[in-house]
């Protein structure tokens, strides 16, 4: 899996996963119970991961989007 987005944005992330699902491309939020823990406050990022066959076409579409900077 490789990382296609990192933010601490949850409006970002939520968009970011729609794009992806709608493009049929399996995503994975990795660090959400950590927002838990920490309060909520946004110290720490979370990461959306795709499929390393999907990345270029994640990333060029996340890009394209205003979300990321590409493949």
């Known amino acids: 899996m490789r990382e296609v ?3 601490n944005d949850p ?3 939520s968009f970011a996963q729609a794009l992806l699902r709608d493009a049929g491309l399996e995503c994975v939020l990795l660090d959400a119970h950590i ?3 920490e309060g909520s406050i946004g110290a720490f990022p979370r990461r ?3 499929v390393d066959d999907d990345y270029g076409e994640a990333a060029e579409l ?3 989007a205003g979300l990321g900077d590409g493949a």
């Open 48 to 50: 959306l991961m795709v």
């Open 62 to 64: 996340l890009a394209g």
């Open 35 to 37: 927002a838990a823990v």
């Open 11 to 13: 409006v970002a992330l």
């Open 5 to 7: 987005l990192r933010t």
